[in-house]
């Protein structure tokens, strides 16, 4: 019978270089029923390069504090500091989200600038993007060439160190978090298929950490924060606080950021832990929405003040939906993006598994350079060709809103409704408006402020004014339409003075322009200028464009914008979705700080859209719509009906694309990161639509159920194998034959048990830690454990101390966790994850035998 674990306190135990566990083995002379080798030669000194466990437990003595000076004693932090570390953590966060999100979006808006200044030159359009985004990236790949622990999202990294990997030293410093910050706001300023979402949990765990050991430095710090060698919960505590804040500033969405720490990161969790973190990323939203708009504006007479979510969507009665073929086609949705999740996963665990290994031959800066290089070229000719080949739409009412089920957005039904502008301007006499369809949208129109002029206008005078009373036009009113209200309708025109001028508009062919704004649905070159139809402007915009030549929060915006179904065709979305799939896959890993939780987002929302497209497509003639156009709209398209001018169909196909771009960002999104929760929540957040939760929920599970068949974990988990960090997830990881073996049938190697004898001289111990790397050693009276002492203890005591031997009681913990050799393995990994042990020593008859650490318990 082997005895498989690691040697007590090796620090390889803990290495990412250190593969599987180890055996130790003692004299024959102990009785064990074991067959015993003793080893002559010391073990070699190992210089481990990876992370070791976190001490989550004081050393304990019997005279705690009594003849011990401050450095050693173990210090639990009241409750008032805390809040206090809290509140820092969260208002830090918060100001460097805003950095952050003003950075990129400056750099973006200058690129952008910049491109226009040479369009409609697609040639010159293209280097000048180009060269503007390989500087950005170039400052970015800097950033990770000085602090390598800032490539990527980190999220992995955080995640690992909630769960007990001791990653602070190369994780979280100050250089890692300007090299994240400054790396963010280049990367994402640039054309790279990147966000910034993934590296502000980073970026947020990072500031808690380092808040945290700001407080060490106050004079009453040993009151705030553990002791070196001591407890070191609440850095876990200021790390967890400091991701949820970055999650809660990045998105506007402090329950997501909550359930994030809770679902995903922290494994150690209280009731108390929940009102901690879910208080600091509200004060940190609070402090980002003052960034937004500042207080004063708030107290300023008249000014009004609302939250908006990031990514809102206009709800309503005609917005939500039910049916039974709604969430069948969301579970549908959940199937396919749960398939494209694995898939997306598999692309980028195989390129950064191949970086890796450049990483470990030792070529890999030329390597990761060139790769940038090439993914810059690429991305700058997704954001430039694919718009110049698409070919420009116009923006009118009934190119938009056709088979739309009236969940128009509020910047566009300001153009639709006369009233919206009012409310836009004064917000207190919405309650006494009315909606009003605006002037000059149709060819004939409802104004009963300028109608009754334009009719009764005296032709006596001027002969050449047009007729503008409809029924003289031959329009037949319907039976609704009271005699006085009659007067109300009239030609169309935008204002009484045009139509003195003669600019009517002919209704024959009416031309209802839909104003965009250029940053959310751009044109693009000299063939997407304005047209000119019967005195109307008739703007276009290019759909390509609006996908591809905005940054990506905009991107999603635009999927999840709803009320229009043929803003986005299906054309447009598939070509950039297949283009833009395989850049965020490949540029997730290499040499910038970046994210994917926005790619993710607009991943699923392209899929999403396209399954709605196609469905309203083919069941437009189907479902009637859930509520009709306001009373006075309804008239003008009954009346331009009967004239044989179908404007607007007055039928709609199933839910909106819109909403099934939600769906499909879900299911993405859990599918490929495995998180339900956190999507459910953010996505709720983000879009203030809360009637949408049982849909999100259907598509997160299903995608979720989808993709875990293929892949065993999400994708942050998954990435934790390429630098081999040892995780523990919930249930043990290993086979079911060796859960319920016991803790001396775990496979391994055979390394030394080091020992110590209560008594050790300076010389001895000085030649014991320079033989090897461990880090605890069991002292051993008469082959019986007397207790754990740790590498640190020792080294500090030769270094503070000038006498000649050392009583190891005075250092050692007297109490260490320890199991029988016959113990079962799953009950030993349930004690060694939930306690949050770095060491648990195994013992025969009281004598150790070995000792079962981090690496133990998880397969080859």
Not at 102 to 123: C, F, H, K, S, T
Not at 199 to 221: D, E, F, W
Not at 315 to 334: D, E
Not at 566 to 584: E, I, P, R, S, T
Request: aromatic fraction near 10%; hydrophobic fraction near 45%; charge should be negative.
């Amino acid at each position: 019978m082997n005895i498989s674990m690691a040697p007590l306190g090796s620090n390889r135990e803990d290495g990412v270089d250190d593969v599987g566990s180890h055996v130790d083995e003692v004299g024959s002379e102990a009785g064990l029923p074991l067959r015993l080798e003793q080893a002559e030669q010391a073990a070699a000194p190992a210089s481990s390069s990876g992370p070791e466990s976190i001490h989550l437990h004081d050393v304990w003595r019997p005279d705690m504090g009594k003849n011990l000076s401050h450095t050693h004693r173990g210090c639990h932090p009241t409750q008032s500091w805390i809040w206090i570390l809290n509140f820092l953590i969260a208002i830090s966060v918060a100001v460097c989200s805003q950095v952050v999100h003003y950075g990129m979006e400056i750099l973006g808006d200058l690129r952008i600038y910049l491109i226009d200044l040479v369009l409609p030159n697609v040639a010159g359009a293209w280097g000048i993007n180009f060269l503007t985004c390989i500087g950005f990236v170039a400052i970015a790949c800097k950033c990770v060439e000085w602090q390598p622990s800032s490539i990527s999202s980190g999220i992995p990294g955080v995640i690992a160190f909630l769960n007990g990997v001791d990653l602070e030293e190369s994780l979280f410093s100050f250089g890692v978090l300007v090299a994240k910050m400054v790396g963010v706001i280049c990367a994402c300023g640039s054309s790279l298929a990147v966000g910034p979402e993934g590296p502000m949990i980073h970026i947020g765990a990072t500031i808690g950490v380092l808040v945290c050991n700001c407080l060490q430095q106050i004079k009453c710090r040993n009151g705030i924060h553990p002791s070196r060698g001591g407890s070191r919960s609440i850095q876990l505590h200021a790390a967890a606080v400091g991701a949820g804040c970055g999650v809660a500033a990045a998105f506007e969405a402090p329950f997501a950021g909550t359930l994030f720490v809770v679902e995903e990161a922290a494994t150690y969790l209280s009731q108390r832990f929940f009102i901690h973190v879910f208080s600091a990323c509200c004060l940190s939203l609070s402090v980002v929405l003052l960034a937004i708009q500042p207080a004063w504006e708030w107290l300023w007479e008249g000014a009004t003040w609302q939250f908006t979510p990031l990514f809102q969507v206009f709800i309503g009665p005609s917005c939500s939906h039910s049916s039974p073929t709604f969430f069948l086609t969301c579970a549908l949705i959940g199937v396919v993006c749960g398939l494209l999740g694995s898939v997306f996963n598999q692309i980028i665990l195989e390129l950064n598994f191949r970086r890796a290994s450049w990483r470990a031959r030792g070529v890999h800066r030329g390597r990761l350079r060139c790769e940038l290089l090439v993914l810059t070229a690429l991305s700058c000719s997704v954001e430039i060709f694919l718009p110049a080949i698409w070919h420009c739409h116009e923006s009118t009412l009934q190119h938009a809103f056709e088979n739309s089920n009236q969940c128009i957005a509020a910047e566009w039904a300001a153009q639709m409704f006369k009233s919206k502008e009012d409310l836009a301007q004064n917000v207190r006499r919405a309650k006494d408006s009315k909606m009003e369809p605006a002037p000059g949208l149709f060819g004939i129109q409802y104004n009963p402020s300028e109608c009754p002029k334009a009719i009764f206008a005296n032709r006596t005078e001027r002969p050449d004014l047009p007729e503008c009373s409809l029924e003289k036009m031959g329009f037949v009113f319907p039976t609704s339409v009271s005699e006085q209200e009659k007067y109300f309708y009239c030609c169309g025109f935008d204002n009484i003075s045009n139509f003195y001028e003669g600019k009517i508009y002919n209704y024959r062919q009416p031309k209802a322009p839909l104003q965009l704004y250029r940053e959310m649905w751009p044109s693009f070159g000299i063939e997407c200028e304005p047209t000119v139809w019967d005195n109307i402007s008739i703007p276009q915009y290019n759909p390509m464009a609006a996908l591809a030549l905005v940054p990506d929060r905009v991107t999603v915006k635009n999927l999840f914008t709803r009320g229009s179904p043929n803003m986005l065709q299906n054309g447009a979305m598939f070509a950039y979705l297949l283009c833009y799939f395989l850049l965020a896959a490949a540029t997730s890993g290499s040499a910038v700080p970046s994210g994917l939780v926005v790619p993710m987002m607009l991943i699923g929302g392209c899929i999403g859209r396209m399954s709605g497209n196609i469905l309203t497509s083919l069941f437009h003639d189907v479902y009637e719509c859930p509520v009709g156009w306001t009373h006075e709209y309804q008239n003008i398209l009954s009346m331009l009906t009967k004239k044989g001018v179908h404007f607007l169909p007055q039928t709609c196909g199933l839910p909106d694309p819109g909403s099934f771009a939600l769906v499909g960002a879900a299911a993405f999104m859990s599918g490929s990161g495995s998180i339900v929760l956190f999507v459910i929540a953010v996505l709720v957040e983000i879009t203030g639509d809360t009637s949408s939760i049982v849909p999100i929920a259907i598509a997160a599970i299903t995608g979720r159920f989808v993709a875990r068949i293929f892949i065993g974990h999400g994708l942050y988990h998954d990435l934790m194998q390429v630098p081999n960090l040892p995780f523990l997830p919930p249930e043990c990881p290993l086979p079911a034959r060796l859960r319920i073996a016991p803790v001396s049938e775990l496979p391994g190697g055979r390394v030394q048990l080091r020992q110590l004898k209560p008594i050790e001289t300076r010389e001895e111990l000085q030649t014991l830690l320079n033989d090897c790397g461990h880090q605890a050693f069991p002292v051993v009276s008469e082959g019986h454990l007397l207790g754990l002492v740790r590498r640190i203890e020792l080294e500090e005591w030769l270094t503070q101390s000038e006498q000649s031997a050392l009583h190891l009681e005075e250092v050692a913990d007297i109490a260490p966790y320890i199991v029988d050799l016959d113990f079962p393995v799953e009950r030993a990994y349930f004690m060694f994850r939930e306690l949050g042990l770095r060491q648990l020593v195994v013992t025969d008859a009281g004598r150790p035998v070995g000792i079962l650490t981090r690496r133990s318990f998880l397969p080859q």
